[in-house]
């Protein structure tokens, strides 16, 4: 299996709301990343996973929380969005950090409207 | 500071004709170099990587990449284009400064379109 998966596939949600994303790959990869991607726009990387540990925050604001529960899972909280929020969100994984020539494996994302 | 550069916006291409998508780099040291395409609302796919050894680098969907360290860039191209190619692309670099963190600079990307 060399898929990364994320539900919903859409999502619109209300400033107040409280909604969660999902991110699920079963490569074995222990790297996992959280992007956030503006239409027409690359990606721009918010969290990265090592082995279950957060390892990098990008200077995200608090009310977008990732959460590894295991190794092949991925999450990202979100509470009391703005609507600048709104874009496509990108899960990712790879084998290993510290392996540098390693690719990133992509989700198709989850398309998120922010009301 | 770390960059990469795909000076095109958009490439027009008539199908069957080859395609270049031109990227150029600025990193310090040797660059991991990589190519994704995305098609509408979908996530980002794999195309080919340049790490070191042979500077062409064949990929998927018959895609391939010159490196060339002299001209700092890795060139995406395509011999004869379809319309299913048709998508956004995009250069990625590894940041050298992100430690043992798989961090990747990315290009602004480039809309491809073939047409029939």
């Known amino acids: 299996d060399t898929e990364v998966t994320q539900t919903p596939k859409h999502l619109v949600m209300g400033m107040t709301n409280k909604k969660s994303l999902k991110c699920e790959q079963h490569m074995g990869h222990r790297a996992m990343y959280w992007y956030k991607q503006k239409a027409k726009k690359p990606p721009e990387l918010m969290f990265v996973?090592?082995?279950?540990?957060?390892?990098i925050n990008e200077s995200v604001p608090s009310r977008f929380s990732p959460e590894c529960p295991n190794s092949s899972l991925l999450n990202l909280h979100l509470h009391a969005l703005q609507p600048e929020d709104s874009a496509l969100y990108l899960c990712?994984?790879?084998?290993?950090?510290?392996?540098?020539?390693?690719?990133?494996?992509f989700g198709p994302g989850t398309r998120l409207t922010v009301l | 500071a770390q960059s990469v550069a795909q000076p095109e916006d958009q490439v027009n291409v008539a199908e069957g004709n080859p395609l270049t998508v031109k990227c150029t780099y600025s990193v310090s040291g040797n660059p991991y170099l990589f190519w994704y395409v995305q098609y509408p609302n979908r996530g980002l796919q794999f195309l080919l990587k340049y790490i070191t050894g042979d500077n062409l680098v064949k990929g998927s969907y018959g895609f391939e990449a010159e490196f060339n360290k002299s001209q700092t860039s890795f060139h995406l191209k395509k011999p004869s284009a379809l319309v299913s190619d048709s998508a956004l692309y995009f250069c990625a670099v590894r940041d050298p400064y992100s430690g043992g963190y798989n961090k990747l600079i990315f290009g602004a990307g480039t809309r491809l379109a073939v047409h029939p």
């Open positions: 996973y090592s082995y279950e540990k957060l390892s």
């Open positions: 990712a994984s790879s084998q290993a950090l510290g392996r540098g020539a390693d690719e990133q494996f």
